[in-house]
């Protein structure tokens, strides 16, 4: 049975990093695009970073830019997203999802996840 589990969310104060991990069985993850949504509290879904599985291109929206880095361990079957001076407006659950190439061709494609993660909560507060 395909699956996705996310791992490494947690409370850091504004300014902090997280490293959140996301461990694919029952598929292999480096046939896919994978990527990261959150979801904050009564608001949508919202796309923050994906990566090719041909050449390893990345996409992150503009509020993440600089400060958030999706990367992947094939071996490991394992994506994960690294996350720097975390913002107030950061909070969310976060999501991992891998699908095929149209995932994450020029841009973070909702459509074309077939698979997704139970998601891991991010707090940020002092």
């Known amino acids: 049975q395909a699956q996705l589990v996310e791992s490494g969310g947690g409370l850091v104060q504004p300014g902090g990093s997280l490293r959140l991990s996301c461990v694919a069985s029952?598929?292999?993850?480096?046939?896919?695009?994978v990527g990261w949504y959150r979801q904050a509290p009564g608001k949508e879904r919202e796309g923050v970073s994906c990566?090719?599985?041909?050449?390893?291109?990345?996409y992150s929206v503009d509020s993440v830019k600089g400060r958030f880095t999706i990367s992947r361990d094939n071996a490991k079957n394992t994506v994960y997203l690294q996350m720097n001076s975390l913002h107030p407006e950061d909070p969310a659950i976060y999501y991992c999802?891998?699908?095929?190439?149209?995932?994450?061709?020029?841009?973070?494609?909702?459509?074309?996840?077939?698979?997704w993660g139970q998601g891991t909560q991010v707090t940020v507060s002092s």
């Open positions: 029952g598929f292999t993850l480096g046939y896919y695009a």
């Open positions: 999802a891998a699908g095929g190439p149209h995932a994450c061709r020029q841009g973070i494609n909702y459509d074309y996840y077939d698979y």
């Open positions: 990566m090719t599985s041909s050449d390893g291109t990345t």
